[in-house]
C-alpha cells in the first residue's frame, strides 16, 4: 500500500500547488499576496475583485481538493486512509505551493472540495446548515465557519469514528494556517 500512499501524496501535494488566486491575481494585475489580508485565497481575491471576479478561484480551489480526494479514492485502501492523504496533501500544496514560493492560503475551498468527495452525504448537509446559518444571521464568514469546523459533528451522524479522526486531522492544517497567519501580524 506504500506505492498507493505516496502517488496520493505527491498528487496531491501537485494539484494542490496550482496557485489559482495568485494566476486569477496577476492576469487582473495584482499579486494577492501583496494586497488586502495578503491570502493568496479566495476571500482576498473576493475583496479586490468582488464574486464575480473572484469565481474563478473559488472554483479552482474547490478543484484541486476535490480532485485529490478522485485521486485518492482510485487508489484507497480504506485501512490506509490513502484518499484522506490526497486531500491532506492537496491542503498543504495549497497552504505551501511549490509554484508559488511556499506562500500560499489557508486551504479552506481545497478542504471543502476533498471533502464534498470523500464524504458527499455529510458535506450536502453541512452546506444545508451553512445556508440556514447565512439566512439566519447574514453572515457568510460566520456561516461559512459554522459549516467548516462544524462539518465533523455532522460527519459523525453518517460515518465511522476513524473517518471523523482524519478529518479532524486535515483540519488541524486549516488551525495551522490560520495560527502562522496570526502570528505573523505586526499588530498586537
Not at 490513502?82 to 508559488?100: E, I, N, R
Amino acid at each position: 500500500m506504500l506505492p498507493a500512499l505516496i502517488a496520493a501524496a505527491v498528487a496531491g501535494y501537485v494539484l494542490g500547488s496550482i496557485p489559482v488566486a495568485v494566476l486569477v491575481g496577476r492576469a487582473r494585475g495584482f499579486d494577492p499576496r501583496d494586497v488586502g489580508d495578503r491570502n493568496p485565497g479566495y476571500w482576498n481575491v473576493k475583496d479586490q475583485l468582488g464574486p464575480r471576479g473572484s469565481l474563478p478561484v473559488f472554483v479552482g480551489d474547490v478543484a484541486k481538493g476535490a480532485l485529490a480526494g478522485a485521486v485518492g479514492l482510485l487508489l484507497d485502501d480504506p485501512a490506509w486512509g490513502v484518499a484522506h492523504v490526497a486531500v491532506g496533501s492537496a491542503m498543504l500544496g495549497h497552504a505551501y505551493p511549490v509554484f508559488a514560493g511556499f506562500r500560499g492560503g489557508r486551504s479552506i475551498l481545497t478542504f471543502v472540495g476533498g471533502m464534498a468527495v470523500l464524504a458527499p452525504v455529510p458535506a450536502a448537509v453541512t452546506v444545508a446548515v451553512l445556508l440556514l446559518v447565512w439566512a439566519s444571521i447574514r453572515s457568510f464568514a460566520w456561516a461559512a465557519r459554522v459549516g467548516v469546523f462544524g462539518f465533523p459533528v455532522v460527519q459523525l451522524a453518517f460515518e465511522s469514528k476513524e473517518r471523523v479522526a482524519a478529518t479532524g486531522a486535515l483540519l488541524s492544517i486549516i488551525g495551522l494556517r490560520f495560527a502562522q497567519a496570526h502570528r505573523g501580524r505586526s499588530d498586537p
